[in-house]
Structure formats: C-alpha cells, structure tokens
C-alpha cells in the first residue's frame, strides 16, 4: 500500500522481496527509526535549495507535508506534485518521474 502503483512491476517486486527478506529485529529497528526521526526543527537551517517531488496520494507522507517542507525550509524550494501514487514513486510510476526529473536538475530555483 505504501510503494503504490503496478505491484506486478519489477522495481516493485524487487523492493518487496529486499524488505521480507530483512531480519524481523532489523526491520523493525529500521522502522522505528524513521517514524521516531523528528528533525522538523531543523528545516530553517537548510540552506541550500530544494526541489520536492511529491505523489499526489501517499499514505507515508501526504501533500500536506511537502508543502510545509516549502514554507519552512531555510532556502528556496519548489514543489511538484505529481499524478501518481504511493511513497516509491519512482518504483511505482517511473514513466511520470524520469520525465520530470531532468526539468529539476537543469533549473535553478528562481526566488
């Protein structure tokens, strides 16, 4: 659910098969992790600009964050919501994020 997309691709059966093939204490280390990380206080100290790629549906992190990442980190940045789904988007939908990507990398982020 939280990959999204074709869950019959191979990017995605090939990142399912790495994460049941993690030890049970590994992957739950790995997790708690992630979900206990809070670095949101540093975001104003960010000082080099962001380009935040965004699914439009993402059970993990949903659009709403990505727009408080724009406001609140320390630099300029621009978001891109892209029509697809899931947290690994560029598993899921990588003929929606391939094309986008080059745009982000030879733009500079105008103020």
Not at 55 to 64: E, G, N, Y
Not at 77 to 87: A, L, N
Not at 103 to 109: F, G, K, L, T, W
Request: aromatic share 6%; hydrophobic share 45%; net charge negative.
């Amino acid at each position: 659910m939280v990959v999204g997309g074709d869950m019959e691709s191979p990017a995605v059966q090939e990142f399912s098969s790495t994460l049941f093939n993690m030890r049970p204490d590994i992957a739950w280390s790995v997790f708690q992790t992630i979900v206990q990380s809070d670095l949101w206080d540093v975001l104003g100290r960010v000082t080099v600009p962001c380009h935040i790629l965004q699914s439009t549906k993402d059970l993990a992190v949903p659009v709403v964050v990505s727009e408080y990442l724009h406001q609140h980190l320390g630099s300029k940045s621009v978001v891109e919501v892209m029509p697809s789904e899931g947290h690994l988007q560029q598993l899921s939908y990588p003929d929606i994020v391939i094309p986008v990507l080059p745009r982000h990398i030879r733009n500079d982020i105008v103020a």
